[in-house]
């Protein structure tokens, strides 16, 4: 990322120096490296890990520069942190009945007024408790009455859901990330660390060596249509009938896009329809933002995982200044090496690749309905 900016800015005859600002932690490698060429850099507290890091100059810096009023957000988040040193501690409440009272899966939903909040529940549960074979996955659902495919209590942020967790926003962050470390000590596992999170890195760092800025030819098992299918059967549906069938009674499925969140936004509908085909919990990720969050629990947590990786082709590709390789070449590395990872643990597999992302997706959610 840093290349790639640093080389639009100078394409456009600005001098980088005076537009990025850089957040890493005291002495990192980013950090001396930036420091030594003039950038701007604001240092983060090195104790508090990524996932808890939304109130720490990680989660702040970007904030002020949005103009948002950062003590106020303090402010709001100690009010809370407060009243959890209290008798009536809700934070140990919660830790209790998810860590006694609920499975393996936990379902969440947005309310209007805070988009994007069961996302960030969801990387901050998952990487901290799913470790040494146990742990609890969030399933991100559409609504409340979205289907989860499991008894799951569902957890909303009004007036709906078995548990309601009402407050704003900054309260929000303090109480999951308190609520989160306290489960952690009560499954009996340390909710900072991320062992098995350098697994896909380390694929991925290998792929690229071996590729040496050449994609490879991949030869599919089939292909129908718009999607080239790596896996065993010939047919899309067959395909998707033999990945279900193998998902354990306690187990379930994990959807991993390595597409456009943006522009690929439909074939999250997959989510939904394979939750109802399969009556078994369905999560969906966004590549490769995941690999630093549930791709922790993927591979440390329950190991009773399914998996259905999604590619595609691109339009034009991005090059990376300084590098022999561009964007394409890089998210192929992280998702192959994501792959190999979990294929070293015996997890069934799947991919597909759309070589057309937009015809691709409307093939697979046709063929998704007709299980």
Known sequence: QRLFFEGRFKDSGLDPLNHIVFCTDPNSPLDQDVRNLGYETINADPNVGGRFSALSAFGLTPAALLGIPIVNILNEANETREQFLSDENPAIDVAYLLATQSNQYLAFFDSPIMPGLSDWIEQLIAESTGKNGTGRIPV???????????????????????????????????????????????????????????????????????????????????????????????????????????????????????????????????????AEKSGRPVTFGWGPRFLHSTGQFHKGGQPNGVFLQLTGSIASDIAIPGKDYGFEILLMAQALGDGQALSKRNYPITRLHLTNRKIGIEELLTAAKKL
Not at 156 to 166: M, S
Not at 196 to 221: C, D, M, R, S, Y
Not at 239 to 261: C, F, H, M, V
């Open 140 to 274: 991100v659902i559409e609504s409340g009455d979205a289907p989860i495919g499991s008894d799951q209590i569902r957890i909303g942020f009004e007036n709906t859901g078995d548990l309601q967790v009402r407050g704003n926003l900054p309260s929000q962050f303090i109480f999951w990330e308190w609520t989160t470390a306290l489960l952690g000590a009560a499954l009996k596992i340390d909710p900072f660390n991320q062992p098995n999170v350098t697994e896909a890195k380390e694929q991925t760092g290998k792929l690229l060596a071996e590729w040496n800025g050449n994609l490879p030819i991949f030869t599919p098992k089939a292909r129908e249509n718009s999607i080239e299918i790596f896996g065993s059967k010939f047919t899309l549906v067959e395909e998707l009938q033999t990945l279900i069938s193998k998902i354990p009674n306690d187990g379930y499925l994990a959807i991993t896009a390595y597409l456009d969140r943006k522009g690929d936004t439909k074939v999250h509908e997959l989510r939904k329809i394979l």
